[in-house]
């Protein structure tokens, strides 16, 4: 019966893209690709040439892009995993150089990431299809400048121009017929003195009516302020519908749905001692009667059986939308059991709760492909901070016989993180163990007058801050490792400072925001340079506080298993003056008084509260993480292209940052 079913939706799904649109003069994209695109097995776990029966759910989109279509705007919401930049971002450059030649604007969130988009997509995607000998290069014409450069390719017929969002001289100084725009809620909200970026991206397409074509493709981030998710409701917010396995019902996959009867479909799976049982993970069918599951590799027949259907009437008439999650990824790329491994880590199974914000924000913007909402009203209650202070330890102790009983591993490391006011610098040490769990050392003032170069506190910091040890019980001896001092006031002094070292010690400064919602950004070259400064760090203060309320607030702790990762701990004989910090400051919604439009929300201070612990605490996780991408990015053993928390933990754990006190 399955198969009867599954044949008779093949049927309509033939006579649905036979409506597609079609022209005399050209190939549509999706005919032109699968006729010139070869992927190799270094780039795709799908290696051949380019077929949509791996995505099926790029094609009409791609050929949404055609010039025979009439559909203007292309919206795509999209999750990680689906193969949206090989399956239409890089597939439509690939057609608009090869069959159809126009010039081109791609338009990414900065100018480096431009840069790595065309050295590893674009160039890439020039050769898989053939397309190197019509890129016009230096050679050919000497005497001329080339027409191969990283940010731009000339072919006959058009070139391609790839930008920053950050770039508003560029944004409005040519017109073009097709605009790429990748990563839209990466770009800058304003530029200044000019607008909204995608705007003025958009106004370089006027010139060309109805001719014009417009890729907007982003993973959303917050709600309130997301541009792609905007575009999207603006248009008629299409779904990819798939039939089930055993009854051939028409359903968009989601993660967890809830019918009013009380019937739960979407993913599924069973649980044992908190932990996920990967092989019971599969999809239930939305129909009660049916209720029958289906497992990951089940995904190749249902796609190729799938389409798109629109679910609201477009505000905007040559407008399409679509919205697609991290469900859809083909079989062999990124399986439902994995992301059942994802919602695990941010979601406690046991209890039901929410156990790692920036985790659960993470799996609904990167997995679900939909906007986190932020939301103020969030504070951090003393009485929920104090009871992590543990009985069995105090101030400048290692307790790591048993810190071993409940982390898994001892403190591997120390780190120092440095609040600055007008008379003195507060100090708070953390110890790390594997899974980020960490241990307060210390927390204190050191006095004395800060504008003034000469004064006896600098002297006193350096000699703490390289000539302190501490001895474990277990006779580990540790020194501090890597340090963040606040420059946000007293810039000049803080700076002045940290470029006595050559590394180990850093200026930081808060931000309530950084685009793309990472942890930290470097400096920009330039500032580094003027001041003499090997490196320095914006820090995401808003992310971080989040992530901090979590943990003292949410997490729970059985005493009979490991803490769970980032548990915080703090010794006996702080005093509660260190708890209440915590609750200096509230997380509250920020709206414009005339037409109360949402802006953002941030953490602010209570008049007349410290907020000292709670800061350095929020500098120590930044500089945790910096120093952690740091030695996977560098150290040799590891050789990798970004942070991974396990490897990083394994590699510290073989004792590279403390020494083994023989005495």
């Given at each position: 019966?399955?198969d009867?079913?599954?044949?008779?939706?093949?049927?309509?799904?033939?006579?649905?893209?036979?409506?597609l649109?079609?022209?005399?003069?050209?190939?549509?994209?999706?005919?032109?690709?699968?006729?010139?695109?070869?992927?190799?097995?270094?780039?795709?776990?799908?290696?051949g040439?380019?077929?949509?029966?791996?995505?099926?759910?790029?094609?009409?989109p791609?050929?949404?892009?055609?010039?025979?279509?009439?559909?203007?705007?292309?919206?795509?919401?999209?999750?990680?995993?689906?193969?949206?930049?090989?399956?239409?971002?890089?597939?439509?450059?690939?057609?608009?150089?090869?069959?159809?030649?126009?010039?081109?604007?791609?338009?990414?969130?900065?100018?480096?990431?431009?840069?790595?988009?065309?050295?590893?997509?674009?160039?890439?995607?020039?050769?898989?299809?053939?397309?190197?000998?019509?890129?016009?290069?230096?050679?050919?014409?000497?005497?001329?400048?080339?027409?191969?450069?990283?940010?731009?390719?000339?072919?006959?017929?058009?070139?391609?121009?790839?930008?920053?969002?950050?770039?508003?001289?560029?944004?409005?100084?040519?017109?073009?017929?097709?605009?790429?725009?990748?990563?839209?809620?990466?770009?800058?909200?304003?530029?200044?003195?000019?607008?909204?970026?995608?705007?003025?991206?958009?106004?370089?397409?006027n010139?060309?009516?109805?001719?014009?074509?417009?890729?907007?493709?982003?993973?959303?981030?917050?709600?309130?302020?997301?541009?792609?998710?905007?575009?999207?409701?603006?248009?008629?917010?299409?779904?990819?519908?798939?039939?089930?396995?055993?009854?051939?019902?028409?359903?968009?996959?989601?993660?967890?749905?809830?019918k009013?009867?009380?019937?739960?479909?979407?993913?599924?799976?069973?649980?044992?001692?908190?932990?996920?049982?990967?092989?019971?993970?599969?999809?239930?069918?939305?129909?009660?009667?049916?209720g029958?599951?289906?497992?990951?590799?089940?995904?190749?027949?249902?796609?190729?059986?799938?389409?798109?259907?629109?679910?609201?009437?477009?505000?905007?008439?040559g407008l399409?939308?679509?919205?697609?999650?991290?469900?859809?990824?083909?079989?062999?790329?990124?399986?439902?059991?994995?992301?059942?491994?994802?919602?695990?880590?941010?979601?406690?199974?046991?209890?039901?709760?929410?156990?790692?914000?920036?985790?659960?924000?993470?799996?609904?913007?990167?997995?679900?492909?939909?906007?986190?909402?932020?939301k103020?009203?969030?504070?951090?209650?003393?009485?929920?901070?104090?009871?992590?202070?543990?009985?069995?330890?105090?101030?400048?102790?290692?307790?790591n016989?048993?810190?071993?009983?409940?982390?898994?591993?001892?403190?591997?490391?120390?780190?120092?993180?440095?609040?600055?006011?007008?008379n003195?610098?507060?100090?708070?040490?953390?110890?790390?163990?594997?899974?980020?769990?960490?241990?307060?050392?210390?927390?204190?003032?050191?006095?004395?007058?800060?504008?003034?170069?000469?004064?006896?506190?600098?002297?006193?910091?350096?000699?703490?801050?390289?000539?302190?040890?501490?001895?474990?019980?277990?006779?580990?001896?540790?020194?501090?490792?890597?340090?963040?001092?606040?420059?946000?006031?007293?810039?000049?002094y803080i700076?002045?400072?940290?470029?006595?070292?050559?590394?180990?010690?850093?200026?930081v400064?808060?931000?309530?925001?950084?685009?793309?919602?990472?942890?930290?950004?470097?400096?920009?070259?330039?500032?580094?340079?003027?001041?003499?400064?090997?490196?320095?760090?914006?820090?995401?203060?808003?992310?971080?506080?989040?992530h901090?309320?979590?943990?003292?607030?949410?997490?729970?702790?059985?005493?009979?298993?490991?803490?769970?990762?980032?548990?915080?701990?703090?010794?006996?004989?702080?005093?509660?003056?260190?708890?209440?910090?915590?609750?200096?400051?509230?997380?509250?919604?920020?709206?414009?008084?005339?037409?109360?439009?949402?802006?953002?929300?941030?953490?602010?201070?209570?008049?007349?509260?410290?907020?000292?612990?709670?800061?350095?605490?929020?500098?120590?996780?930044?500089?945790?993480?910096?120093?952690?991408?740091?030695?996977?990015?560098?150290?040799?053993?590891?050789?990798?292209?970004m942070?991974?928390?396990?490897?990083?933990?394994?590699?510290?754990?073989?004792?590279?940052?403390?020494?083994?006190?023989?005495?």
């Amino acid at each position: 019966m399955p198969d009867l079913i599954l044949k008779h939706h093949r049927k309509f799904i033939e006579k649905f893209y036979q409506d597609l649109p079609s022209t005399n003069n050209f190939e549509i994209p999706s005919e032109y690709i699968e006729r010139v695109r070869y992927l190799d097995k270094e780039l795709t776990p799908i290696p051949g040439y380019y077929k949509f029966d791996n995505t099926p759910y790029w094609k009409e989109p791609l050929d949404m892009l055609s010039s025979s279509s009439n559909i203007q705007k292309v919206v795509i919401v999209k999750g990680v995993q689906i193969g949206f930049s090989t399956g239409v971002l890089e597939n439509i450059i690939a057609y608009s150089i090869g069959s159809d030649p126009k010039p081109i604007l791609f338009v990414t969130s900065d100018k480096e990431l431009a840069k790595l988009s065309m050295e590893i997509k674009v160039e890439k995607m020039i050769d898989s299809c053939g397309l190197r000998d019509r890129i016009y290069s230096q050679t050919k014409q000497k005497s001329k400048k080339s027409g191969d450069t990283i940010y731009q390719k000339q072919y006959q017929g058009g070139f391609l121009v790839s930008i920053g969002a950050r770039n508003p001289g560029k944004l409005r100084s040519m017109s073009f017929p097709i605009i790429v725009m990748d990563e839209l809620d990466s770009y800058p909200d304003h530029l200044k003195g000019e607008g909204d970026p995608v705007s003025l991206a958009d106004n370089r397409t006027n010139a060309y009516g109805d001719k014009r074509k417009i890729l907007y493709g982003s993973t959303p981030l917050i709600l309130q302020t997301s541009k792609i998710w905007k575009l999207y409701l603006t248009g008629d917010q299409r779904q990819f519908k798939v039939p089930c396995k055993f009854c051939g019902e028409m359903q968009v996959l989601k993660w967890h749905g809830v019918k009013e009867s009380g019937y739960i479909y979407g993913i599924v799976f069973e649980v044992e001692k908190g932990l996920p049982i990967y092989e019971t993970v599969g999809y239930k069918c939305i129909n009660e009667k049916c209720g029958k599951i289906m497992k990951n590799h089940d995904k190749s027949l249902i796609f190729e059986l799938g389409k798109w259907e629109a679910t609201a009437k477009t505000q905007e008439p040559g407008l399409a939308s679509y919205q697609l999650s991290a469900l859809y990824s083909n079989p062999s790329m990124f399986s439902w059991e994995k992301m059942v491994e994802k919602w695990h880590n941010a979601w406690n199974l046991e209890k039901n709760i929410m156990k790692d914000k920036e985790k659960y924000r993470e799996f609904r913007n990167l997995m679900q492909g939909l906007p986190f909402e932020e939301k103020g009203g969030e504070s951090i209650r003393y009485e929920r901070s104090v009871l992590h202070r543990r009985p069995f330890y105090i101030k400048n102790q290692i307790p790591n016989q048993h810190i071993i009983n409940e982390c898994g591993s001892p403190i591997l490391l120390l780190t120092a993180s440095i609040d600055v006011q007008k008379n003195n610098l507060f100090i708070h040490i953390i110890g790390w163990t594997a899974g980020g769990r960490n241990w307060t050392i210390d927390f204190f003032s050191m006095d004395g007058p800060i504008e003034d170069y000469n004064s006896p506190i600098w002297k006193m910091l350096d000699e703490y801050i390289m000539n302190k040890k501490w001895l474990s019980d277990d006779g580990k001896e540790y020194g501090i490792i890597n340090t963040f001092i606040d420059s946000g006031h007293y810039t000049q002094y803080i700076y002045a400072f940290c470029k006595q070292y050559s590394s180990g010690v850093f200026a930081v400064k808060g931000e309530e925001k950084i685009t793309g919602g990472v942890t930290y950004r470097n400096f920009n070259k330039e500032t580094l340079e003027k001041e003499g400064l090997n490196a320095a760090f914006h820090i995401n203060t808003t992310k971080i506080k989040d992530h901090i309320s979590v943990m003292l607030n949410k997490l729970q702790w059985d005493s009979d298993q490991l803490q769970p990762d980032w548990y915080p701990n703090f010794p006996d004989n702080l005093h509660d003056d260190f708890f209440r910090m915590f609750e200096a400051e509230n997380k509250i919604e920020e709206r414009d008084r005339i037409t109360n439009k949402w802006i953002r929300t941030r953490w602010v201070q209570k008049h007349g509260a410290d907020n000292h612990a709670f800061d350095t605490f929020c500098y120590s996780l930044a500089g945790i993480e910096v120093f952690a991408d740091y030695i996977c990015r560098n150290e040799d053993y590891l050789d990798l292209k970004m942070l991974d928390w396990d490897l990083f933990w394994e590699f510290a754990k073989q004792g590279h940052f403390y020494k083994i006190n023989d005495k």
